[in-house]
């Protein structure tokens, strides 16, 4: 954690996660019960609110800076409130970015889409609070943000590929689809984008991939929009520009 040129760490597990909810839910107030579920899952101790209340005062000591005369973290029933201030998160930043994403994609501003998704991207740093995940409001979080970051990841390849950017992307789609086997669109883009590169019998293999994946995996067959572009490349009869999403 760094404030200005001051960095800090914080080295007990449960005072982290701690303040990982609390910045997770940021401006709201979270009850002292949900805080000892987040710290204690189903297991809290006999003296769970007691502790509690020592690791806040931890935290409000960590947290208060000589200019602002207080600790950001606020006693408010039924429980704590964490005030931002002036200051912003990153997580702020990367639902901000994602909305005006979104925005532009439903206009069809392929290149701000494009870079608007990039800079939404730029901001992940791996796995969301990895060790910190159990709790409901951490776990809640971690989702949204995962869930969010695929999206921008679709939105960014429907933009480029519309930009005419299908070669470049050919290698990064091959990634995705091996990390995501069962997203289904990510697989559309890459046959896609093999097709717009005269790569017609890559095209056809990715579709007979997934094809097998899906079934073997959930006993399903491919979507209606992977099954007409695997017949259209059958035909050579795919569209010049991509499929809206």
Sequence with gaps: MTDGDDVFAISAPK???????????????????????????????????ATLHVYISQLRKLLKRADR??????????????????????????????????????AGRHAETSMLCGQVLSLWRGTVLGELRGGAIVDEFATWAEETRLECVEMRNEADLALGRHRELVGPLYALVAKHPL????????????????????????????????????????????????????LDSAPALPSAA
């Design 183 to 234: 997203i289904e669109a990510f697989h559309r883009q890459l046959m896609l984008a093999l097709y717009r590169s005269d790569r017609r019998a890559d095209a056809l293999q990715a579709y007979h991939h997934v094809r097998s994946a899906l079934d073997r995996e959930l006993g399903i067959s491919p979507c209606r929009q992977l099954h007409e572009l695997h017949q259209a490349i059958l």
């Design 69 to 106: 005369g207080r600790s950001p973290i606020v006693t408010r029933f039924p429980g704590y409130v964490l005030e931002l201030g002036e200051n912003t998160l990153d997580a702020h930043d990367f639902q901000r970015l994602a909305q005006q994403s979104r925005a532009a994609a439903r």
């Design 15 to 49: 005072v982290e996660c701690l303040l990982a909810a609390m910045l997770v839910r940021a401006e709201d107030v979270i009850s002292t019960d949900q805080l000892c579920g987040e710290i204690w899952r189903d297991e809290p101790p006999r003296r769970a609110t």
